[in-house]
């Protein structure tokens, strides 16, 4: 009867252990594109700026969500079980444009929102390939359009790929290696900017 009680207890005791064990997962860390906002207070006067509207950016479907993918093999991609974007990739890929850009061209005002007056130029980006490899290795490949009055007038279109080698093959060296590439991207279309 001693041994049948002890058996019960003990049995008792693992599994509200496994329960407690199954409870204490570790929450997943949090990251973002882009770079932190400065800290040093301004005040600007953006009256009588130009405008240039950056419209959401679209990125593949499968990516279009909270989850940081790697791809393992040549057809697999596999969610990081210990880190999630803060926001939709699509998002995130948004924002950080838009400050780069803002970061680039200072004398204009570049913004995400519909303007009540039409903006000087408006850019859209459509992202076919925003993927990490394994080895760290970051590829984006994009196509841009810029137009200029209300999208009346094509300025220009353009297609580009860029890689950027993380340095090392944890997460944070990854997203600031997707974050290079986005400045990368930045880069590119604000030139054909100065250039319309």
């Not at 998002?91 to 950080?96: C, D, E, F, L, M």
Request: hydrophobic share 45%.
């Amino acid at each position: 009867m001693r041994m049948k009680r002890w058996r019960l207890s003990a049995i008792v005791a693992l599994a509200a252990f496994m329960t407690l064990g199954g409870c204490a997962t570790v929450a997943p860390r949090i990251y973002l594109l882009g770079y932190p906002s400065a800290v040093t207070p301004v005040t600007r006067d953006e009256t009588g700026l130009a405008m240039i509207e950056v419209e959401p950016v679209s990125v593949p479907d499968f990516q279009d969500s909270r989850d940081i993918f790697v791809r393992k093999v040549p057809n697999e991609l596999v969610a990081d079980p210990s880190a999630r974007w803060g926001e939709r990739l699509s998002v995130g890929v948004s924002r950080a444009l838009i400050a780069a850009l803002a970061k680039r061209q200072p004398d204009i005002r570049v913004t995400s929102s519909r303007p009540v007056l039409p903006a000087a130029q408006q850019v859209r980006v459509d992202v076919d390939t925003f993927e990490i490899r394994e080895d760290g290795l970051c590829i984006l490949g994009a196509r841009w359009s810029i137009t200029r009055d209300g999208n009346r007038h094509a300025a220009t279109t353009d297609y580009a790929r860029f890689t950027v080698n993380a340095n090392g093959t944890d997460t944070a060296a990854v997203v600031a290696a997707m974050t290079q590439a986005i400045d990368q991207l930045a880069d590119r279309i604000s030139v054909a900017l100065n250039h319309n």
